[in-house]
């Protein structure tokens, strides 16, 4: 399975972050992966945001959950973030993963990871 990040690296502050993930090697309506965005601050640690499975049901991180929404453009084999009234603290690597479980692992596969800076 292979995966590619892409979107716009800079947002302005208030905006909508857009991610979009290009998923090859597994369908993401037929797999039993869970699909899975993740972020990682400068200086600080992995952040789960939220994943959605293969039936669409989705499901995300409490403390980002008013203003994420992840979804699949299907017929391009695609599962998208968007991220709503964003800060410059929403400055990241973004990375998107098709892991077994809810919380990816290394042992997963992951994105490159795409570099998404919040700032006027």
């Known amino acids: 399975v292979q995966l590619q990040e892409s979107g716009p690296g800079l947002v302005k502050p208030s905006q909508t972050l857009s991610l979009t993930c290009t998923v090859s090697g597994a369908d993401i309506t037929n797999s039993d992966f869970f699909w899975t965005w993740i972020r990682q601050p400068p200086g600080k640690g992995l952040e789960w945001m939220g994943s959605?499975?293969?039936?669409?049901?989705?499901d995300y991180n409490p403390s980002l959950k008013t203003r994420t929404s992840i979804s699949r453009v299907t017929a391009k084999n695609q599962v998208t973030l968007q991220l709503i009234s964003a800060t410059p603290e929403d400055t990241a690597v973004y990375y998107c993963?098709?892991?077994?479980?809810?919380?990816?692992?290394?042992?997963?596969?992951w994105g490159q990871g795409t570099q998404v800076t919040v700032s006027a």
């Open positions: 959605i499975i293969y039936s669409g049901k989705t």
């Open positions: 993963s098709a892991s077994k479980t809810d919380y990816p692992t290394p042992d997963d596969f």
